[in-house]
């Protein structure tokens, strides 16, 4: 029998972390950040068709102390890649990035020195959005991913926890075999 159960009707129960994880997921504010053609599928969801004001998101920060989300939309160039990072750097905590496109997530179809191969070199990214470009309805879903993600999120000792499991779960994967011929030196 749990405590609910005592309890007069309207009385609900819960933790702080999930109450920070709701408030938390109901307030990203993103900052705007274009760089390319993906950029122009990101203005269309804060249009009145794709309406990301459903979720509070209408204000696209201009600075980046008053933001928590970046979404990084189009290829990256080596130029920008140092502002990109001081504006991460910026944004108040805790962050977030969503890699719109396949340009910013891996560099996509420009494989050459101008441009970084894949924003994840720059800055930690939390969702990897595909597509070429991606479309409002994938960004919307990507936003929802990232508020379940938001949500779950643990504080304090618990994600001290969770950081270290997850890193011994990746030290304790297997490399991949490597087949070297007989008298190879590697
Ligand atoms: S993924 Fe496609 S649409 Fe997006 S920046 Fe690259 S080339 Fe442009």
């Not at 108040?92 to 990035?97: E, F």
């Not at 001290?160 to 590697?186: D, F, K, M, S």
């Amino acid at each position: 029998m749990g405590l609910e159960e005592k309890l007069p009707s309207g009385v609900l129960l819960t933790s702080v972390e999930k109450a920070a994880g709701w408030a938390r997921a109901r307030s990203v504010w993103p900052a705007t950040f274009g760089l390319a053609c993906c950029a122009i599928e990101l203005m269309m969801t804060g249009g009145p068709k794709h309406d990301l004001a459903r979720f509070g998101m209408e204000r696209a920060s201009n600075t980046p102390r008053q933001a928590d989300l970046m979404i990084v939309a189009g290829r990256v160039s080596q130029k920008m890649a140092p502002v990109l990072r001081q504006i991460y750097d910026q944004m108040s905590d805790p962050k977030w990035v969503i890699s719109m496109g396949v340009c910013a997530s891996s560099g996509g179809m420009f494989n050459n020195y101008a441009i970084v191969q894949g924003v994840d070199h720059i800055v930690p990214v939390d969702i990897y959005l595909p597509g070429c470009p991606p479309r409002p309805e994938m960004l919307l879903d990507s936003i929802v991913k990232l508020h379940d993600k938001i949500m779950n999120m643990k504080l304090g000792k618990n994600r001290e926890r969770e950081i270290t499991e997850l890193e011994n779960a990746r030290l304790g994967l297997r490399p991949l075999h490597l087949a070297v011929p007989e008298g190879t030196e590697l």
